[in-house]
């Protein structure tokens, strides 16, 4: 796995946890010690709540541009069927490259959700146009 803002390596790693959620493509949580700490920040982005997972806490990425708000989000005290998942950061492909083995993700549709689709990841994935009620 490895992330990147340009040209700007923000995490790299071979460990990482894919997690499945119904009707969508994976979403990798990458150990925190792959990630340069300098280039995140703690977001003010409001946490949100996972029926699954817990509170999501927000991180911004410090590259580019500008700092890019809630890119990243980690649950830091998950439920416990997710507790493995602790010290680990999610990354959002609709403002992030990310990548798979070399390939370079593409983003879940519907803006709200940030599952990675690969070639050998195939939908129908939530977040298309009538699929709210999924």
Same mark, same amino acid.
């Given at each position: ?10 995490? %790299? ?24 700490? =300098?280039?995140? %920040?703690?977001? %003010? ?20 541009? $500008? ?16 507790? =493995? ?6 990354? =959002? ?25 690969? =070639? ?6 939530? $977040?298309?146009? $009538?699929?709210?009620?999924?």
């Amino acid at each position: 796995m490895v992330v990147r803002v340009g040209d700007v390596v923000l995490a %790299r790693t071979g460990e990482a946890f894919r997690v499945l959620e119904t009707s969508h493509p994976p979403t990798w949580y990458l150990p925190l010690a792959s990630v340069r700490p =300098d280039l995140l %920040r703690l977001s %003010r982005h409001p946490s949100t709540t996972c029926e699954w997972k817990g509170a999501a806490t927000y991180w911004d990425v410090l590259a580019g541009s $500008g700092p890019l708000e809630a890119a990243a989000w980690s649950y830091e005290r998950p439920t416990k069927a997710f507790r =493995d998942i602790t010290g680990h950061l999610a990354f =959002d492909p609709n403002v992030l490259t990310c990548e798979v083995d070399g390939e370079v993700v593409r983003a879940q549709e519907g803006g709200f959700y940030a599952g990675w689709i690969t =070639d050998d990841v195939v939908g129908p994935f939530k $977040g298309i146009p $009538g699929s709210w009620g999924w």
